[in-house]
């Protein structure tokens, strides 16, 4: 059974403080896609970064970037020197093979930047 | 243009109605889907359709009834609605769920609020 934990369900920081969101998944797949999707308060789901699971590399874009670590089967996100329009809640999720559409969405958690 | 469209944006009804809601994409994907976001954040796949053809149901109440008249086009159908079918429900393409990696794009997602 393919399972995401989001295990911090609610992170506040001051505006400029770095933020980091923890993701851990459990699959049988050895190949298999991660994904983060942002949910600011407007409600829709906005697509961050896809990984698969042979690329170990860590990703970098502007502010965000991503942890990939097979060894831990975790998949962290950061975000340096936060800004309040990154308050939202973000997910992580994780592929499954028999339906590549198919994501098992971890619980979210939820970002508040404060001025 | 909105890639992935959704109406209502809003839906309040009462228990024992029955109600549909629109979706539509405009990015020329194979691939649509339903998911359902709880009161808790929680996302899950109810159903997702590829060329008109149910490729997964969730074990979804019969209540509940997709309908794809077109590639472009996925709208939900709830027959004597709930108080638990209280929710946002997202619709959601990916190009084809065979490709692996594919990423969702999501609309904004319908607030269904059963009184």
């Known amino acids: 059974a393919q399972k995401v934990t989001q295990a911090q369900t609610e992170i506040s920081v001051v505006e400029k403080e770095d933020v980091t969101l923890d993701c851990v998944y459990e699959?049988?797949?050895?190949?298999?896609?991660l994904f983060w999707y942002k949910q600011p308060p407007s409600g829709e789901l906005v697509f961050l970064i896809r990984?698969?699971?042979?690329?170990?590399q860590n990703e970098i874009s502007g502010r965000y970037s991503w942890n990939f670590q097979k060894s831990t089967s975790s998949f962290n996100f950061t975000i340096t020197a936060s800004q309040v329009v990154d308050s939202a809640v973000y997910f992580c999720?994780?592929?499954?093979?028999?339906?590549?559409?198919?994501?098992?969405f971890g619980a979210g958690t939820q970002v508040v930047v404060t001025p | 243009d909105t890639a992935v469209s959704q109406t209502p944006k809003y839906l309040v009804t009462q228990m024992g109605n029955d109600k549909s809601i629109k979706c539509e994409q405009n990015?020329?994907?194979?691939?649509m889907y339903w998911y359902k976001q709880d009161s808790k954040k929680f996302l899950k796949i109810m159903f997702s359709?590829?060329?008109?053809?149910?490729?997964i149901n969730e074990t979804v109440p019969n209540r509940f009834s997709p309908k794809s008249p077109d590639k472009a086009h996925l709208n939900l159908h709830i027959n004597s609605l709930e108080l638990g079918d209280s929710a946002v429900y997202f619709c959601?393409?990916?190009?084809?769920?065979?490709?692996?990696?594919?990423?969702?794009?999501f609309g904004s997602g319908t607030q269904l609020s059963v009184l």
């Open positions: 990015l020329g994907h194979d691939t």
């Open positions: 999720a994780l592929g499954s093979t028999d339906s590549w559409g198919k994501l098992q």
């Open positions: 959601a393409s990916s190009q084809d769920y065979r490709d692996r990696g594919e990423k969702l794009f």
């Open positions: 359709y590829n060329n008109k053809e149910l490729i």
């Open positions: 699959t049988r797949d050895t190949t298999y896609y």
């Open positions: 990984r698969n699971s042979f690329d170990e």
